[in-house]
């Protein structure tokens, strides 16, 4: 569900050759995961509050910090931010987490719904803390998420009015989570690709595109490029959700979880198989492109980001 990203993946991509556009923000990104990941340990799911006596925090920790999450989500927040003149990464911190608890709230929820016993290479929460404990985790993920959003001592340099934009983005992007969530169990109203595609919009997209969006609302971006960027994050989330169809087949060694999870849902490639899946995502990819040439002002880091991690994608499809 929801886009699943593998760290040894997401290190070949962003450790690659420093040739990018924006050298400086390559070089940034293990300082930004790094800072991301002790703001989340520190201030947002400290470990002195969950060993006091609250499991549910102990069980977030577990989801949230396992070392091999890729953060990539935490990432286009920064590149975004960056693209629209943010140059103190703590400014993008509290944001950048909120959107990553989201995301590790969306993989339990996947986890229980596929029944899958393994995610990041090691047990599912369901599985370590039972499913009871993982629902009321999620729960507590979303929630802590609207509390970095909402509440000033997280972000002091956001005015209410950004607050409110995120906050409220943030919800329509859960939303439409759910809806595309809610398709992709029931297997309902998936009768052809654009079905496919639409479901692949909601349940990957959204929260992509809520990464970017907010993103731009850090930087004071303009409404219209606030509209692109989640048009952005819709297209390219169909692009990477049909490389994670294709990650299905592979062993669980190579992906930190399961194989074969798919074999049960409509998926594109079994509507129009491979060559046919190709070609949908050179037309989305192309849509990507397009919609990046219309953002104003400078977006290299956004670009060699979205890029990189095409390129490796690719590779994917063609084996």
Known sequence: MYLIFITPLIAVIFKSSIIAHDVMFLQ????????????????????????????EVIAARYV?????????????????????????????????????????ASLISDDIADNSHERRGRPSCHVTFGKRMANLTEHYLVNRAYELLLKDRFSPNLSDEQRVKITGLAAESGIEMVRGQAKDIMQTGLREPKDVIRMYEQKSGALI???LASGGIIGSASESDVVYLRQLGRC????????????DKRAPSETGKPSNQ????????????????????????????EIMSKIHGDTS???????????????????
């Open 64 to 104: 949230v910090l396992n070392e091999n999450a890729g953060l990539l989500r935490p990432l286009l927040v920064a590149a975004v931010a960056r693209d629209f003149g943010v140059s103190k990464l703590e400014d993008v911190f509290a944001v950048a987490s909120a959107v990553e608890l989201v995301h590790a």
């Open 301 to 319: 880091s956004l670009k060699e980001l979205v890029m990189q991690f095409r390129r490796e994608r690719d590779k994917y499809l063609a084996v």
């Open 262 to 289: 798919d074999l049960k849902k409509q998926t594109l490639v079994k509507m129009v198989g491979l060559e046919g899946v190709i070609k949908i995502k050179e037309e989305k990819d192309a849509l990507v492109d």
């Open 236 to 247: 390219i989330g169909v692009s990477y959700q049909i490389g994670d169809d294709a990650f």
């Open 28 to 55: 940034d990104i293990d300082k930004i995961t790094n800072g991301v990941r002790d703001y989340i340990d520190n201030k947002v799911l400290p470990y002195e509050i969950a060993h006091k006596a609250s499991t």
């Open 209 to 211: 595109g809520l990464a």
